[in-house]
């Protein structure tokens, strides 16, 4: 079964700090794809990065970088620099084929990040 | 500019009472999925479509059905509503035909309160 783990429930830090947020999946497809969703208190889930699983090259957009290692099973997300608009919820989330050609997106549960100024 | 909208925002309605939420989408996207999000449990999948005519079961699918008679529409309809379906429904779509391969974009979400 495919799993995502998110370990840090909430995570509160200030501004300017650097923050990582972790994530852990399974799976037995060698075919899947990772991503990264932002909720901020808005509301609505705003799509950051997919990443399929043949890529282990880290990426980094402005203060947001993300390192998949596939030995640990893990797509780590760091943001640098830290800012108020940071606060969020993030999710990370995984799909992939299942046998009998079912998929779905997995998402973990979510780890509440806030920025305090 | 495409997008993905979700209608009501916000629904109260009576334990027993059929209800159905709409979800609209002019990505002209194939796959359209439906998820609940509660405290502690992320985005549940509930019901998915790759396609016109095309529905299928989710992780938690009790008490939901949808049906897809075109590309832009997945309602979601609870049959007779429960207080345990008190919940934020989220729409998404994608534009993959092998699966959620693709990023999936989300419509603002409905709120749901089964009193």
């Known amino acids: 079964a495919q799993k995502v783990t998110q370990a840090q429930t909430e995570i509160s830090v200030v501004e300017k700090e650097d923050v990582t947020l972790d994530c852990v999946y399974e799976t037995r497809d060698t075919t899947y794809y990772l991503f990264w969703y932002k909720q901020p208190p808005s509301g609505e889930l705003v799509f950051l990065i997919r990443?399929?699983?043949?890529?282990?090259q880290n990426e980094i957009s402005g203060r947001y970088s993300w390192n998949f290692q596939k030995s640990t099973s893990s797509f780590n997300f760091t943001i640098t620099a830290s800012q108020v608009v940071d606060s969020a919820v993030y999710f990370c989330?995984?799909?992939?084929?299942?046998?009998?050609?079912?998929?779905?997106?997995?998402f973990g549960k979510g780890t509440k990040l806030t920025v305090n100024p | 500019d495409a997008e993905i909208t979700q209608s009501p925002r916000h629904k109260i309605t009576e334990t027993g009472r059929q209800v159905t939420l709409a979800c609209h989408q002019t990505w002209n996207h194939n796959n359209m999925f439906w998820y609940r999000q509660d405290l502690g449990h992320g985005l549940r999948l509930i019901h998915y479509?790759?396609?016109?005519?095309?529905?299928n079961k989710g992780e938690v699918s009790d008490g939901y059905s949808v049906s897809r008679s075109n590309t832009e529409d997945l309602p979601l309809t609870l049959e007779s509503a429960a207080s345990s379906q008190t919940s934020v429904y989220f729409c998404?779509?994608?534009?993959?035909?092998?699966?959620?391969?693709?990023?999936?974009?989300f419509g603002p979400g409905t709120r749901l309160t089964v009193t």
């Open positions: 479509s790759y396609g016109v005519q095309d529905t």
């Open positions: 998404a779509s994608s534009e993959s035909l092998a699966g959620p391969f693709y990023e999936q974009y």
């Open positions: 990443r399929n699983s043949f890529d282990e």
């Open positions: 989330a995984l799909s992939g084929l299942t046998q009998g050609g079912s998929e779905k997106l997995v």
